[in-house]
């Protein structure tokens, strides 16, 4: 049988690829009712914890627990090392592109790409435009979407700029294997993904001239389908979630409304879109945004 997908455990031959000999073995081991009751085990933990995520177009907003795979992917370190290397290069390039647009637009007099297709986009921010921003950065938090064809050379699907959802599912699914299934990663050596929290902090922080900024989530509120998310990575570094209701902007500065009085924020770590955030400069009738967010963004 020809194959039209790349299988990630077997070879051509029907052998298993030498990162995957270790789980093969386990796997063989392991009595299906074994595997087929830690799943349930999974699904039971996941609604007990309310790891779940909602899908949009679902009239009736049915919550769904977070799938989890019994088959892990394994990635060796070596291609992994491609891939990273290729996903820095390619968020760098897209930063710098959206400088581009936001700036001299060279790209678009240069006749690379049509002006149309820039300045009629319904994402092109005409509000951002000349805009100086901390290290030219437009996304510091980038979600690259990768497939895979046939010979399994890997292939980016769709870059996610905005809003990335999803990493919070990730990092609980590892946890969630090393509960169920201890003895796999006894057996190999896995690299860690636990400090994510820390590295989206340290981003965070990285984007304002202060030396200890104070940061916040900012999220659309608990009926957005990524809630759990926001939660997550909040409580993971250690800092306040909040709705717009609880942002004020006074004098350019924007504020936290807490028990002990307004409070100086200094980064906002945002999950919802552009269009949102604040009713003054994009949609007006946002609910979700903190009205003046734009003009203290500028006056930073």
């Known amino acids: 049988m020809i194959r039209t997908f790349y299988d990630e455990m077997y070879d051509a031959g029907d052998v298993v690829r030498p990162h995957y000999r270790e789980f093969a073995r386990w796997l063989g081991d392991t009595p299906p009712e074994l595997l087929a009751q830690r799943r349930r085990e999974a699904d039971l933990l996941f609604h007990r914890a309310g790891i779940t995520f909602t899908l949009y177009g679902d009239e009736q907003g049915t919550e769904r627990l977070i799938p989890f795979d019994t088959i892990p992917r394994s990635i060796p370190a070596s291609e992994w090392r491609v891939v990273e290397r290729g996903c820095i290069q390619r968020v760098k390039a897209l930063n710098m592109f959206l400088a581009d647009l936001y700036h001299d637009q060279r790209i678009i007099k240069a006749g690379i790409i049509p002006a149309e297709q820039v300045l009629a986009n319904e ?4 509000a951002m435009q000349g ?11 980038s979600g690259v979407d990768l497939v895979r064809d046939g010979d399994g050379t890997y292939y980016v699907l769709e870059d996610n700029l905005r809003t990335p959802s999803g990493v919070s599912y990730m990092l609980e699914d590892r946890k969630m294997m090393m509960r169920l299934f201890p003895e796999l990663f006894s057996a190999q050596r896995i690299a860690p993904i636990d400090h994510y929290p820390n590295l989206l902090l340290d981003t965070l922080k990285s984007s304002s001239h202060l030396d ?3 940061v916040v989530v900012l999220t659309p509120g608990r009926f957005n389908s990524a809630f759990f998310e926001h939660a997550f990575l909040a409580r993971e570094m250690g800092v306040e979630l909040v709705e717009g209701a609880d ?6 500065r924007v504020f936290m409304r807490t028990t002990d009085g307004p409070k100086a924020v200094d980064v906002i770590y945002r999950r919802l879109d552009d269009a ?5 400069a994009f949609n007006p009738d946002s609910m979700l945004g903190v009205p003046g967010l734009l003009s203290a963004y500028r006056s930073a």
């Open 212 to 214: 200890n900024p104070s």
């Open 131 to 141: 805009l100086n921003l901390h290290r030219d950065l437009y996304s510091h938090i």
């Open 123 to 126: 994402q092109y921010q005409l």
């Open 247 to 252: 942002l004020f902007v006074r004098d350019d």
């Open 276 to 280: 949102f955030l604040d009713p003054l």
